[in-house]
């Protein structure tokens, strides 16, 4: 059973920055697609970015473009999901998901295995 582990969470003041960090455990699996969520409370599911694990195509959601990097270590087998100028709206618990099939790099749909999410708050 293939488990995605994310870390890095925590409480952060308005301006501030955290690092995000996933990674599997258990068997080894191929992801075309990593990608990381939010869900706030009361809202649905947002796809902030995507990443390939093969090239540089990278994909940013309009509400943390130019705050937010989603970069990759291959050697580590590890996602990492940079997050700056951090606003109180960013609270949320934050997923990592992996996409095992080729498809829109920005497809909301389609990820095979998740995390089990990390908080991230952000005081005001």
């Known amino acids: 059973q293939v488990q995605l582990v994310e870390s890095g969470g925590g409480l952060v003041q308005a301006g501030g920055s955290l690092k995000l960090s996933c990674a599997p455990s258990?068997?080894?699996?191929?992801?075309?697609?990593m990608g990381w969520f939010r869900q706030a409370p009361g809202k649905e599911r947002e796809l902030l970015a995507a990443?390939?694990?093969?090239?540089?195509?990278?994909y940013y959601a309009a509400s943390v473009k130019g705050r937010f990097t989603i970069s990759r270590d291959n050697a580590k087998n590890t996602v990492y999901l940079q997050m700056d100028s951090l606003k109180p709206e960013d609270t949320a618990v934050y997923y990592c998901?992996?996409?095992?099939?080729?498809?829109?790099?920005?497809?909301?749909?389609?990820?095979?295995?998740w995390g089990q999410g990390t908080q991230v708050t952000v005081s005001s």
């Open positions: 990443i390939r694990w093969s090239g540089s195509m990278t």
């Open positions: 258990g068997r080894t699996f191929s992801a075309v697609t």
């Open positions: 998901a992996a996409e095992r099939q080729l498809g829109p790099i920005s497809a909301v749909s389609g990820y095979d295995y």
